[in-house]
């Protein structure tokens, strides 16, 4: 190889490493990386139900950029409650146990996440059962099936559940408290009934209410057998 094929072959292999075209190609495979690894990271959605996580601050894992300064690290809530289309109603059944409802004023949601909690507290208490379709339990930490999500991504707009009080203490007063999702980026957190006064299960099926009242009604009985 000659002085002069050498000094070309050298000069196309530098402009072979440093062609424009392929750092350009480069810098634009190296932006798309980042970017497919920062949204499988930072944007995460549960369309198969709120996780165990979540059952603190209720909040959706839907991270974003906001300018909201009131909100916890970076996540987004793009709706204030007083502008919530959803109603939480719940009421006192014969039985004891109560039945709450979920209903949309304008809409649709797609996700929700919904406990029962004292007044006051952030604890979810009690016991959720007979759930329609596309709905599905979670177990908060100290208790078991305390609190409600959707299992898909079906547009709702009405539901109900039947929620069983603690055992203790004798008499509570309740809020139902839900988070609903219409889209990834448009959802309310922290939405409550009214207030709902309840007497404890003291075992599956029987109030306190009403086992006081056996109670008493077979003490009557009693003296008033003695008394003949």
Wanted: proline share 6%.
């Amino acid at each position: 190889m000659n002085a002069h094929q050498t000094m070309t072959t050298e000069a196309y292999a530098v402009y072979g490493r440093h062609s424009p075209n392929k750092e350009m190609a480069f810098s634009i495979a190296v932006v798309i990386t980042l970017a497919v690894t920062m949204s499988a990271s930072v944007v995460e959605g549960y369309p198969e139900g709120a996780p165990a996580s979540a059952c603190a601050e209720m909040f959706p894992n839907h991270l974003m950029s906001h300018d909201n300064a009131s909100l916890p690290d970076e996540r987004y809530s793009s709706q204030n409650i007083s502008s919530a289309p959803y109603v939480i109603t719940a009421a006192t059944q014969d039985n004891g146990k109560v039945k709450v409802s979920l209903r949309v004023t304008d809409g649709y949601w797609e996700g929700f996440f919904l406990q029962a909690r004292l007044q006051g507290t952030a604890t979810p208490v009690g016991m959720w059962e007979g759930l329609p379709a596309n709905t599905q339990t979670r177990n908060c930490p100290g208790g078991n099936k305390n609190a409600v999500t959707h299992t898909s991504e079906a547009k709702v707009s009405t539901l109900d559940a039947t929620w069983t009080p603690p055992s203790t203490p004798a008499n509570m007063t309740v809020v139902f408290r839900g988070t609903f999702v219409k889209e990834f980026e448009d959802f309310w957190v922290g939405l409550e009934s009214d207030p709902l006064s309840v007497n404890a299960y003291v075992s599956a099926g029987v109030p306190l209410g009403s086992l006081t009242t056996v109670v008493l009604g077979t003490a009557l009985l009693a003296t008033f057998a003695c008394m003949i």
